[in-house]
């Protein structure tokens, strides 16, 4: 007998359960039962994948999240220079190294609060044009705000990076343990020193319009075993209670 599919959403995060008490990754125990949280990447077309602890197939299902359209007058900002292209890259492996310092000392509780009181102005998986032009999907939220409002943070974390780059400008990244960060993009002000412990709740900065914008907003991305994730899950309602039902 072939054991069931799962299915789950693309950019979802999810507790599933496990065959035994023994299992890697991120363990939790839920109505007597381990599970094991996976992070869901945002997906093109539906796929099928496995997991070692998992018995039978995962499906992630493809949502069509829709289409954004921006228009950004600097056109610099658009069709970059050999010399802006070389920064942006060497930009995003400082990124990319960010995320490889797993916090060891922390574990996350998932209890997400909002890192901003402004509204979900542009959602996580809509497909971005900009300036008529197709660009990479928009794997994380834009939240609405006016410059100097204050940004907390949405979890305990210790900062692993601090920067000003091309594409972000003013950013921070937040590692919360066990393979999940956060990052807060756009910022105005930076307060918060690299290597330092951040309590939740704690301001780390103010919204800004630094790096590639159209005007001032959060960009915040979450970060999952290596899977950009949906942030607007996250911080529903109840939603640590749904995850582990």
Do not use: C
């Not at 789950?8 to 008490?21: R, Y």
């Not at 939790?28 to 945002?42: E, H, M, V």
């Not at 796929?47 to 018995?55: K, L, P, S």
């Amino acid at each position: 007998m072939n054991a069931e599919t799962l299915t789950f959403k693309s950019g979802e995060l999810a507790a599933v359960s496990i065959g035994g008490e023994d299992g890697s990754g991120t363990l939790i125990k839920s109505n007597s039962q381990i599970k094991k949280i996976l992070a869901f990447p945002f997906v093109a077309n539906d796929q099928t994948v496995t997991d070692e602890d998992i018995e039978g197939t995962m499906k992630i299902e493809y949502i069509n999240f829709g289409e954004s359209r921006i228009t950004i007058a600097d056109t610099s900002k658009v069709n970059l220079s050999v010399s802006d292209q070389q920064r942006a890259n060497r930009e995003a492996l400082l990124i990319r190294e960010a995320l490889s310092k797993n916090d060891s000392t922390l574990t996350p509780s998932f209890q997400f609060i909002r890192p901003v009181a402004g509204i979900v102005t542009s959602p996580y998986g809509k497909q971005r044009y900009i300036n008529g032009q197709k660009r990479s999907v928009h794997l994380a939220l834009d939240m609405n705000g006016k410059t100097g409002d204050p940004i907390i943070a949405p979890l305990k974390g210790r900062v692993v990076l601090v920067g000003d780059f091309f594409y972000t400008g003013n950013t921070l990244i937040l590692s919360h343990g066990e393979g999940l960060y956060t990052s807060y993009a756009h910022m105005d002000e930076i307060n918060a020193e690299l290597g330092k412990i951040i309590q939740q709740g704690k301001q780390i900065g103010t919204v800004g319009a630094t790096g590639r914008v159209t005007g001032p907003h959060l960009h915040w991305t979450v970060y999952f075993n290596g899977n950009k994730i949906n942030p607007e899950w996250l911080i529903e309602e109840d939603f640590l209670k749904t995850l582990l039902k």
